[in-house]
Nanobody, 126 residues
Framework: QVQLVESGGGLVQAGDSLRLSCAAS????????MAWFRQAPGKQREFVAA????????YDADSMKSRFTISRDNAKNAVYLGMNSLKPEDTAVYYC???????????????????WGQGTQVTVSS
């Protein structure tokens, strides 16, 4: 089993930056892709970004790629999400996820990830 714990969320103003962290524990050697999802109030959960074990990355959209940066430290069993120029529409609960199966294509669906953290709230005020 793998446990994921997020941290770093909070209340910020539009234009501010935040860095979310996710610490993995347990059978971390079994992990392949790790990702961030988010869910805003009243909306469906959406994919934000993913990173492979080797450091390859993908983002949901160009708009996120220009403001968000996903990174990973395998030695620390951690994944991060740097967020710049935050907007009120970025307000959501952000979830860290991990997959224990290798895939030759990027995994963008929540069902593709076996492990989830409890989430960390990010609130951006205008």
């Amino acid at each position: 089993q793998v446990q994921l714990v997020e941290s770093g969320g909070g209340l910020v103003q539009a234009g501010d930056s935040l860095r979310l962290s996710c610490a993995a524990s347990g059978r971390t050697s079994s992990l392949y892709d790790m990702a961030w999802f988010r869910q805003a109030p009243g909306k469906q959960r959406e994919f934000v970004a993913a990173i492979s074990r080797s450091g390859g990355t993908t983002y949901d959209a160009d708009s996120m790629k220009s403001r968000f940066t996903i990174s990973r430290d395998n030695a620390k069993n951690a994944v991060y999400l740097g967020m710049n120029s935050l907007k009120p529409e970025d307000t959501a609960v952000y979830y860290c996820t991990a997959s224990s199966r290798y895939s030759g294509i990027w995994l963008r669906r929540g069902d593709d990830y076996a492990y989830w953290g409890q989430g960390t709230q990010v609130t951006v005020s205008s």
